[in-house]
């Protein structure tokens, strides 16, 4: 079996999602797909900023440099300073995976490079671009694993609208991909409750651990040969959300939400 894994690059919470999936399953996956360019430490600062505002975001952009220079060391001292890699390639190359940076998942060379590699199945955790149909079209098994529990909460920051919409819990959902963004059938949900108290770095943790562990479970039953069983989801646009717009944070901190 063979298996492209996509995801994005950044320092934070990226490494430890992809992590235990390449732990369990890195004998088959062929490349780690980095979608979009290895963004600056600026640029990932500034959206953080605008995803948490300028406390948090300033919070935020300390822990995005951090990584960044911790992720110069070699991959067996980041380890030992921290127990973690920190960036999805250093992790992918530790578990013997060559990463590819992909700036356009579009492109014709990228096309021909999937293509080549004939993958049997593809995972998208996290992807920075969207997956294009002819990339789908490659394989005939393609599954992402999304931050909520779908149909609600498509799109972006699916930490915090949970949060801000006072739901009782949230989760991951695998779900078969196709060209429209969260949309395809409903592989599993794995849900966890949401607590009084929690922040939005406490949420994204446990979506990273909760999508990890789905995604380890999923590739496992592909690799034992299962059909994946699916059921349907019901989208609409009221389900996508984008970034939170400024008055929304506003209005979360001043109901007691927190951001970290």
Request: hydrophobic letters at 40%; aromatic letters at 6%; charged letters at 25%.
């Given at each position: 079996m063979r298996v492209v894994v996509f995801a994005a690059e950044e320092p934070v919470y990226l490494p430890r999602y992809?992590?235990?999936?390449?732990?369990?399953?890195?004998d088959v996956v062929e490349r780690v797909v980095l979608a979009g360019p290895d963004r600056p430490v600026r640029e990932q600062a500034r959206r953080q900023y605008a995803m948490y505002g300028p406390r948090a975001g300033a919070r935020m952009a300390a822990r995005y440099a951090s990584g960044r220079l911790l992720d110069a060391l070699p991959g067996s001292l980041q380890q030992s300073l921290s127990g973690r890699y920190h960036s999805v390639a250093t992790a992918a190359r530790a578990h013997g995976v060559r990463p590819l940076p992909v700036e356009d998942l579009s492109a014709q060379w990228f096309l021909d490079r999937m293509g080549d590699l004939d993958p049997d199945a593809l995972l998208s955790v996290v992807c920075g671009q969207r997956v294009p149909e002819p990339v789908l079209d490659v394989s005939t098994r393609a599954v992402n694993v999304h931050g909520s529990l779908l149909p609600a909460y498509r799109g972006r920051a699916t930490a915090f609208w949970p949060l801000?919409?006072?739901?009782?819990?949230?989760?991951v959902t695998a779900h078969l991909m196709t060209p429209e963004l969260d949309a395809g059938p409903i592989v599993e949900r794995r849900p966890f409750p949401l607590r009084e108290g929690d922040t939005v770095d406490d949420v994204m943790e446990r979506i990273v651990e909760?999508?990890?562990?789905?995604?380890?479970?999923?590739l496992g039953r592909l690799r034992a040969g299962e059909r994946l069983e699916t059921e349907p989801n019901p989208t609409g646009p009221e389900d996508y959300h984008t970034l939170p717009?400024?008055?929304e944070r506003r209005e979360f901190r001043r109901r007691g939400?927190?951001?970290l």
């Amino acid at each position: 079996m063979r298996v492209v894994v996509f995801a994005a690059e950044e320092p934070v919470y990226l490494p430890r999602y992809v992590e235990p999936i390449l732990a369990a399953h890195g004998d088959v996956v062929e490349r780690v797909v980095l979608a979009g360019p290895d963004r600056p430490v600026r640029e990932q600062a500034r959206r953080q900023y605008a995803m948490y505002g300028p406390r948090a975001g300033a919070r935020m952009a300390a822990r995005y440099a951090s990584g960044r220079l911790l992720d110069a060391l070699p991959g067996s001292l980041q380890q030992s300073l921290s127990g973690r890699y920190h960036s999805v390639a250093t992790a992918a190359r530790a578990h013997g995976v060559r990463p590819l940076p992909v700036e356009d998942l579009s492109a014709q060379w990228f096309l021909d490079r999937m293509g080549d590699l004939d993958p049997d199945a593809l995972l998208s955790v996290v992807c920075g671009q969207r997956v294009p149909e002819p990339v789908l079209d490659v394989s005939t098994r393609a599954v992402n694993v999304h931050g909520s529990l779908l149909p609600a909460y498509r799109g972006r920051a699916t930490a915090f609208w949970p949060l801000y919409h006072g739901e009782s819990r949230s989760g991951v959902t695998a779900h078969l991909m196709t060209p429209e963004l969260d949309a395809g059938p409903i592989v599993e949900r794995r849900p966890f409750p949401l607590r009084e108290g929690d922040t939005v770095d406490d949420v994204m943790e446990r979506i990273v651990e909760t999508g990890a562990e789905l995604a380890v479970d999923v590739l496992g039953r592909l690799r034992a040969g299962e059909r994946l069983e699916t059921e349907p989801n019901p989208t609409g646009p009221e389900d996508y959300h984008t970034l939170p717009t400024a008055a929304e944070r506003r209005e979360f901190r001043r109901r007691g939400g927190r951001f970290l």
